[in-house]
């Protein structure tokens, strides 16, 4: 189809395409061989009728899948948080995303209970509308609750929690993360935990995956650090002896 075409200069793709379609046209319109009907002439008698209207949208592909609310009633998709009412924490729900918004429902039922513009970098998505005002969420975790349990197992882990909750838009989006750090403070004794969150505050490093990493790997180290002692022996004189 494209040879006739081979001798003549096109100047732009649009012009290339407008001798295409004269081409096709001229194609679909020709008998075929040995045949007294052309391909355009058969579509009319025998394809035609059986077509179906287009969709009146574009395909869209969606990821669908389940979750549940966490209790600072944020969804996760992608390691992004998306927040739904406040009134559905701990519920599960449907997720449904497509390449521009992650809409959230509940299981069996069509309506639409958030939505949000879709992110795929870490992060948060927060509607004020979505925030408890007067909530029991208030009433049993609050910013000061955080910090005076943190206070009971030291001053860095304190410090540590202060800044991670300042470090967000909203402190309930790191009221997770507090959790997180204080519950694996109950893995450790307080002198280690301490150290721990005083490495991870010289690193301005305010996450409970950083203080996990810490944790697990600096453990052993502090551990020996802590229980280190000078060596005592008979023959070696310590500093009282040049007093």
């Given at each position: 189809?494209i040879?006739?075409?081979?001798?003549?200069?096109f100047?732009?793709l649009?012009?290339l395409?407008?001798?295409?379609q004269?081409?096709?046209t001229w194609?679909?319109n020709?008998p075929?061989?040995n045949?007294?009907?052309s391909?355009?002439?058969?579509?009319?008698?025998?394809?035609?009728?059986?077509?179906?209207?287009?969709?009146?949208?574009?395909?869209e592909?969606?990821?669908?899948?389940?979750?549940?609310v966490?209790?600072?009633?944020?969804?996760?998709?992608?390691?992004h948080?998306?927040?739904?009412?406040?009134?559905?924490a701990?519920?599960?729900?449907?997720?449904?995303?497509?390449?521009?918004?992650?809409?959230?429902?509940?299981?069996?039922?069509?309506?639409?209970?958030?939505?949000?513009?879709?992110c795929?970098?870490?992060?948060?998505?927060?509607?004020a509308e979505?925030?408890?005002v007067?909530?029991?969420?208030?009433?049993?975790?609050?910013?000061?609750?955080?910090?005076?349990?943190?206070?009971?197992?030291?001053?860095?882990?304190?410090?540590?929690?202060?800044?991670?909750?300042?470090?967000r838009?909203?402190?309930?989006?790191?009221?997770?993360?507090c959790?997180?750090?204080?519950?694996l403070?109950?893995?450790?004794?307080?002198?280690?935990m301490?150290?721990?969150?005083?490495?991870a505050?010289?690193?301005?490093?305010?996450?409970?995956?950083?203080?996990?990493?810490?944790?697990?790997?600096k453990?052993?180290?502090?551990?020996?650090?802590q229980?280190?002692?000078?060596?005592?022996?008979?023959?070696?004189?310590?500093?009282s002896?040049?007093?």
């Open positions: 189809m040879s006739p075409e081979r001798g003549q200069r100047f732009s649009h012009d395409n407008q001798a295409l004269k081409r096709l194609l679909n020709r075929l061989t045949q007294n009907q391909r355009r002439s058969l579509f009319e008698s025998q394809e035609k009728a059986a077509l179906q209207p287009l969709p009146t949208y574009a395909f592909y969606l990821e669908v899948k389940q979750a549940k966490h209790p600072d009633y944020h969804v996760t998709f992608h390691k948080h998306y927040s739904v009412p406040h009134i559905y701990g519920q599960s729900v449907l997720l449904r995303a497509s390449e521009r918004l992650v809409e959230v429902f509940l299981p069996g039922k069509e309506d639409r209970i958030a939505y949000h513009v879709r795929d970098q870490p992060g948060y998505n927060t509607k979505h925030m408890p007067h909530h029991r969420w208030h009433q049993d975790w609050s910013p000061e609750r955080f910090q005076h349990w943190a206070s009971q197992i030291g001053p860095h882990t304190e410090h540590l929690i202060v800044n991670l909750l300042t470090s838009r909203h402190p309930e989006q790191a009221y997770r993360s959790l997180g750090i204080l519950q403070a109950k893995t450790v004794d307080h002198e280690t301490g150290a721990v969150c005083e490495l505050l010289q690193n301005c490093a305010y996450s409970y995956r950083a203080v996990k990493y810490l944790l697990t790997t453990m052993d180290m502090l551990a020996k650090e229980k280190s002692e000078p060596f005592v022996h008979e023959h070696i004189r310590n500093q002896y040049y007093s």
